[in-house]
């Protein structure tokens, strides 16, 4: 019994020494996370609350301006669209460098600038107003 019980207690040290629980690396300050786990991306989606500040650089790289595992915001990649979604009443900033970026799509209260000068040599912006169908005749 003594033999079994110091079995399982040295097995789960082992498992939970190689678990690597966050994916996130946080400044100092607690108000910038960078997402370090996020994959290769074309397109970008903002829809909400959010303010997308994108640059070109030699990487993928996304850091949001707030603490992002306390609220209710969403940063995701899937099939080579990274999706920003906030509908919070606090503005979400996400700061994005991209290496090959082709399209962006705007929609609700998203605002997309460029932090700086962007290389692109073609780039599809669409925006996609949140009154668009208030408008429309019935």
């Known amino acids: 019994m003594k033999k079994s019980i110091l079995f399982l207690i040295a097995i789960t040290l ?3 020494g190689s678990v690597n629980f966050t994916y ?9 996370v ?14 909400g609350n959010v ?3 994108v640059a070109t650089g030699d990487k993928n790289a ?4 707030n603490n992002y595992y306390a609220e209710s ?3 995701q990649v899937e099939s080579g669209v990274l999706r920003i979604t906030s ?3 606090e503005k979400l900033v996400v700061y994005v460098t991209a290496k090959d970026l082709r399209s962006i799509a705007a929609y609700d ?10 290389a692109l040599i073609s780039l599809d912006v669409t925006l996609f107003p949140m009154l668009l169908h208030a408008l429309a005749p019935k």
């Open 73 to 75: 915001e969403l940063v």
């Open 109 to 118: 209260n998203a605002i997309v600038k460029t932090d700086g000068k962007i």
């Open 14 to 16: 082992v498992v939970l």
């Open 24 to 32: 996130a690396a946080a400044n100092s300050n607690d108000t910038t």
């Open 62 to 65: 996304v850091t949001v301006d």
């Open 34 to 47: 960078t997402l370090s786990a996020i994959g290769a991306f074309t397109k970008i989606e903002a829809r």
């Open 87 to 89: 509908y919070s009443a």
């Open 51 to 53: 303010q997308v500040m």
